[in-house]
């Protein structure tokens, strides 16, 4: 059974960072597109990183203030904030896609707010 957790999410006041992690099991995970999409209210889903083998991809939204990485080790993929905004408020949900699979973890909330 695959499980794609989540965990690191949380309130924080504008300029501050979190990390987000998400745990891996089920799935051979270094030979995975990993990626962090979020959601905000009222918003679709959109992506904000992915890591593949070896490559690295923000959206321009982040740019410089996000980074993705992955612990192959631990079957872990990581989602390093630091000066976050208001607008980056929503749930972060972690992705791991290879050619037709698929496979979504439950989500993390994370608010910013002053």
């Known amino acids: 059974q695959v499980q794609l957790v989540e965990s690191g999410g949380g309130s924080v006041q504008p300029g501050e960072s979190l990390t987000l992690s998400c745990a891996t099991s089920?799935?051979?995970?270094?030979?995975?597109?990993m990626g962090w999409y979020r959601q905000a209210p009222g918003k679709q889903r959109e992506l904000v990183a992915k890591?593949?083998?070896?490559?690295?991809m923000n959206a321009a939204s982040v740019k410089g203030r996000f980074t993705i990485s992955r612990d192959n080790a631990k079957n872990t993929v990581y989602l390093q904030m630091s000066s976050l905004k208001p607008e980056d408020t929503a749930v972060y949900y972690c992705?791991?896609?290879?050619?037709?699979?698929?496979?979504w973890g439950k989500g993390t909330l994370v608010t910013v707010s002053s």
């Open positions: 992705n791991a896609e290879r050619f037709d699979m698929n496979f």
């Open positions: 089920g799935i051979i995970f270094s030979i995975y597109n």
């Open positions: 890591i593949t083998d070896g490559r690295t």
